[in-house]
């Protein structure tokens, strides 16, 4: 059975410009960059060649970029940095509908007597910039705030976010893991001082990542060891790995124009055509502030989990915001933010496009959907007519 | 994606009797939309008490609705005394078992037969299925449910109570009273984990005996497994794991994670489990 491959908000497939271009870093190009003779600094011409790919990419100097094993160390590092280099400030403003890999870091702050003001949003995913504007204060450490949202593809609008935030000399932190490769950078002109990306969200292969430091923001470092990207990341490189972000980075920029044009119009016609095809369903997010790969959809009465091994049965990949797939017991936090209602919540579901998607395979799907989703509402206890919202969860 | 049996993925696929029965003359239902799951069970019952026809509809995940499916199998053909005693364990068993958190899809089954055979009899369902107080709001479980599921299922921990009643998946603001429930219903007040006076050697082997009898090896005995104690050293607890746990390849892990974890927690904070040298 063919995979049809819907999941790339989770992870993406390696591109084979990208293979190619790393495979020798596996084998004959073993050095170690650090090393003082000429066959480990040969590695090391590789990674400057990277780091030049990526600072071009984002719009940026090569000095400002540090390469890391992931997003989650590039966000964690990012408030780190921003937090111990201010230790008298202890607040800062985040969103509800942020990755883990902010939320849990700010929680942790919070567990350690930081105060955490968390943005809520409206029923498209909007942030309130007057909400934004009025939770700043003086002992503001940091504001995080993501580029574009994983589970729905919103995007953030980082100029007017920064222009508030810098306007009152505060540090900004953006989680742009899903924005890289889907919307054009120039960080030469977007005052954010910490940016995180992940290679693997990008069709590079997963354990590496950059975060992106403004000259002259404050920077403390997390990893402690040797000399490594200037004393700022310690750990010896991953040097197939930031050879293959550097090139993916540059293939990425390279498609961005097809990826708000062919990826977007095969999106569109996939969602346009479930929504048109199966009753009771909705757009999570915004309609057009949104990421062009990214649809999610809820199907009314019907169980995320469950839409999803009977898409399995097709060869569709996909994710869901139901509860049941994580093994908590509510629905996406993200979703729950927005307000969807429980009877749309826990039937959720996200497909994330890539450049590699064919107009076949969005045929097969909106073939495959309505059956199956229909299926599904026949056993359900759950049908149209109550159309009442069950109470809400208490807590 | 979670590790399914066979069993649990073709009832999934193709679920037995699903549907309605228009004339059932028992019907139970319990879940909400809001839960995630919920379960509507159909009854039809013969004048000699023999369960002629089970029927369900089931909003939820595979696992909910593999369950759902299972049980109806069981029920079918079933005089009504039997049925009262199945639990939401032969449930998991029907099906080769479930993961831990979704067991509380098996208690759905079995509360929702429990419903339905108090429809049967005329009963209030609703009133005898929230019997007690709520101690979970997010998701309405009570004490009763609480307590009756760790003793059925010789749960040891909070996580458990969680995977299998759904209580404290929420806010985690009962956290507390979970705990108390668990300990008082395991015979451990909260008191014996912060007990100030260091226990004597007596004391502590009369201790670590009665928890590894109580708590540790009937959940152990659970996945074919057993546990011996073989001596005591000061706080050193030698052990050695038996059946399916003596030669798991997670020895070490249970032997961590859980018999040490339990000691620690119920005995005395200094316990260290070792595994006898064989």
């Known amino acids: 059975m063919k995979t049809l491959y819907f999941d790339n908000n989770a992870t993406t497939m390696v591109a084979p410009e990208v293979l190619e271009e790393m495979l020798p870093f596996f084998s004959e190009q073993y050095g170690n960059p650090s090393s003082m003779h000429r066959f480990g600094g040969q590695v090391g011409k590789h990674l400057t060649l990277a780091r030049d790919r990526v600072a071009k990419g984002l719009g940026c100097e090569p000095d400002e970029v540090i390469f890391t094993a992931c997003g989650t160390e590039s966000d964690n590092t990012a408030f780190f940095a921003a937090t111990m280099a201010q230790p008298g400030k202890k607040h800062i403003v985040t969103t509800k509908v942020e990755h883990p890999a902010v939320l849990n870091v700010a929680q942790r702050l919070e567990r350690h007597g930081y105060d955490v003001t968390y943005l809520g949003t409206d029923s498209q995913g909007r942030l309130d910039m007057d909400e934004l504007r009025d939770s700043l204060r003086d002992d503001t450490a940091l504001v995080s705030i993501m580029y574009a949202n994983n589970e729905t593809g919103v995007i953030y609008p980082m100029p007017e976010i920064a222009e508030i935030v810098k306007a009152r000399g505060i540090l900004l932190h953006t989680d742009a893991v899903q924005a890289v490769g889907k919307v054009p950078f120039k960080l030469s002109e977007l005052p954010v001082d910490y940016l995180a990306l992940s290679g693997h969200k990008l069709h590079a292969p997963k354990g590496v990542g950059a975060l992106y430091v403004r000259r002259g923001s404050p920077f403390r470092t997390f990893m402690l060891g040797g000399h490594q990207e200037h004393g700022r990341r310690a750990g010896t490189e991953n040097t197939t790995g930031i050879v293959a972000l550097g090139k993916a980075v540059e293939l990425a920029t390279q498609h961005i124009e097809a990826e708000n044009t062919q990826v977007r119009a095969l999106r569109d016609r996939l969602e346009q055509g479930l929504i048109k095809a199966i009753p009771d369903t909705r757009l999570n997010g915004h309609p057009d502030e949104r990421l062009p790969n990214t649809s999610n959809i809820s199907f009314k009465y019907v169980e995320g989990e469950a839409i999803l091994l009977m898409m399995d049965q097709h060869g569709i990949c996909a994710s869901s915001g139901s509860a049941c797939t994580s093994g908590s017991l509510e629905p996406s936090h993200v979703l729950r933010a927005m307000g969807v209602p429980f009877t749309y919540a826990h039937g959720s579901i996200r497909y994330s496009l890539s450049r590699y998607n064919t107009d076949a395979e969005v045929d097969t799907i909106l073939e495959a959907m309505p059956p199956l989703i229909e299926r599904l509402r026949e056993l359900s206890p759950f049908k149209k007519d109550q159309e009442n919202e069950p109470p809400a969860c208490t807590c | ?278």
């Not at chain 2, 101690?135 to 010789?154: K, P, Q, S, Y």
């Open chain 2, 1 to 278: 994606m979670w590790e399914y049996t066979d069993k649990v993925r073709e009832l999934f696929l193709n679920p037995k009797n699903a549907g309605e029965i228009p004339d059932a003359n028992a019907v139970g239902e319990v879940g909400s939309l809001a839960c995630g799951d919920a379960l509507k069970l159909f009854l039809k019952i013969d004048d000699d008490g023999v369960i002629e026809d089970a029927k369900f509809q089931t909003f939820g995940c595979a696992s909910a609705i593999a369950s759902s499916s299972a049980l109806t199998e069981m029920l079918k053909g079933m005089p009504v005394e039997d049925a009262e005693k199945i639990t939401n364990k032969e449930i998991a068993a029907y099906l080769g078992g479930l993961p831990k958190e979704k067991m509380h899809c098996s208690v759905m089954g079995q509360e929702a037969l429990e419903a339905c055979l108090l429809d049967y009899r005329g009963e209030e369902a609703p009133e005898k299925i929230t019997e007690g107080e709520i101690v979970c709001h997010c998701f309405g479980v009570t004490d009763v449910a609480i307590r009756r599921a760790v003793e059925e299922n010789g749960i040891t921990t909070l996580e458990d109570i969680t995977n299998f009643t759904k209580a404290g998946g929420g806010c985690g603001d009962c956290h507390e009273k979970l705990e108390e429930i668990l300990f008082d219903v395991l015979g451990k007040k909260r008191e014996v984990k912060v007990e100030a006076k260091p226990l004597t050697n007596i004391q502590r082997m009369q201790k670590v005996m009665q928890v590894i009898d109580e708590v540790i090896r009937p959940s152990l005995k659970q996945d074919g497994g057993d546990i011996e104690l073989v001596d005591l050293d000061g706080t050193d607890v030698i052990v050695s794991l038996r059946g399916a746990c003596g030669s798991c390849p997670s020895a070490k892990l249970t032997l961590n994670d859980f018999v040490q974890k339990t000691l620690r927690e119920q005995v005395e904070p200094d316990i260290r489990v070792r595994e006898a040298s064989s």
